[in-house]
């Protein structure tokens, strides 16, 4: 039972740090000796020390023959810190709990493997699931390189999101707003299309105290946007462009990198390669991405299995109307076994709003996983 208790806390140190350590995991560590803490530490930051040498520092020379709770595999690899398995052996550890181990081929058992070799006590799988579904966005990462995108839409109860002259403010309530305002903070980048930024000129940063404003990434194949909307003056977090254009669009993009917007192509003619955007956002240390968009770029990342979760607020209202747009468009299905199915996960009530979280079931596997 005490395993349970100390587990779980490391659990609650690691859960606290969502949105915190940029590509990294997050991962809290507890150590006990002889019933008691000693230590507790969590990963707070991308490129700063990891939960256990936190844990460490804390726990001093009370670490040896101490037991050491980790939700996550100890690294055994030197990246921008050491590895995580030598700093547990040489203080002198005991045993080591282990909730879940590291997806990461750098990583893929070897920590556990250095730690018996040493001949630390090796337990893993305690409260394994939830370890592993809080680093839903590192585990996909690592393995597919390339980002875990979640879908974030606000409909009324019938799926529209706006009236059928396109008025949508607001659809749900202030406070699911706020919550999506802490989504945006927990995320690297936030991604919505050209006509999300001519329709409705966004900010797209996290207006929460304290909250951390994502890099926006623009889809916009023939360089649209206004050189005066918000995402290219405002300055309040880096803005990535990407475009098919042809080279006519040469001036346009001199004056928006002028204006400190990065433009970037892809090989796509008419429209944006996503793909090769996932893969570049990828190369550029960017794990989590939070969707926004409207319904024509919405589907084409479901309709390319780009979409790993969605987030979906549905608020107590009918709009009506043939023309009023919904979250998912583009040409549609046939059949209905052409349905891409969901995994209903949870669902909340936040003011007087219901959110839903679900997960894609993709009949075929994606090639490009």
């Known amino acids: ?66 037991t050491a709770y980790v939700t996550l595999e100890p690294c055994s ?9 030598n700093a547990l052996i040489e203080a002198g550890v005991r045993k080591v709990i282990i909730a879940s181990l590291d997806p990461n081929p750098k990583v893929a058992g070897n920590g556990v493997k250095r730690l018996k070799d040493a001949g630390i006590e090796i337990e893993t799988g305690l409260y394994g699931e939830e370890a592993f579904k809080l680093n839903e966005v590192f585990n996909y990462a690592i393995v597919n390189r390339r980002p875990f995108v979640t879908l ?21 309530s202030s406070a699911a707003r706020e919550d999506v305002h802490q989504l945006r903070s927990e995320h690297q980048g936030i991604v919505v299309g050209i006509e999300t930024v001519l329709k409705d000129n966004p900010s797209l940063t ?81 794990h989590s991405l939070l969707l926004e968009a409207g319904g024509t770029l919405n589907a084409a990342f479901i309709e390319h299995q780009l979409v790993q979760k969605y987030l979906i607020y549905v608020a107590p209202k009918l709009i009506g109307g043939k023309s009023a747009r919904s979250f ?39 090639p490009r996983d």
């Open 1 to 66: 039972m005490s395993d349970n208790i100390y587990m779980k806390l490391a659990l609650e140190n690691a859960k606290a740090m969502i949105g915190q350590t940029g590509a990294n995991p997050v991962v809290g560590c507890v150590i006990v000796r002889e019933g008691r803490v000693v230590g507790i530490g969590s990963h707070l930051k991308e490129g700063e020390p990891h939960a256990e040498i936190h844990a460490l520092r804390m726990a001093g020379t009370l670490a040896k023959d101490a």
């Open 77 to 85: 690899h030197t990246g921008k810190t050491g590895p995580c398995a």
């Open 152 to 172: 974030k839409a606000a409909m009324s109860l019938d799926g529209k999101i706006a009236t059928k002259t396109t008025h949508s403010k607001w659809i749900t």
């Open 206 to 286: 996290a207006r929460i105290p304290n909250g951390r404003n994502p890099v926006r990434v623009i889809v916009d194949s023939q360089l649209r946007i206004p050189l005066d909307c918000s995402v290219v003056t405002d300055y309040e977090a880096p803005t990535y462009l990407f475009t098919s254009a042809e080279p006519e669009h040469k001036e346009k993009e001199d004056q928006l990198k002028d204006l400190g917007i990065d433009v970037i192509y892809t090989s796509g003619q008419q429209h944006v390669n996503l793909d090769e955007m996932m893969s570049t956002l990828f190369s550029r240390g960017i």
């Open 328 to 366: 998912f468009e583009g040409e549609g299905i046939e059949t209905m076994d052409s349905a891409t199915a969901l995994t209903f996960a949870e669902s909340s009530v936040i003011g007087p709003d219901l959110k839903i979280t679900a997960y894609p079931n993709y009949k075929t596997r994606n």
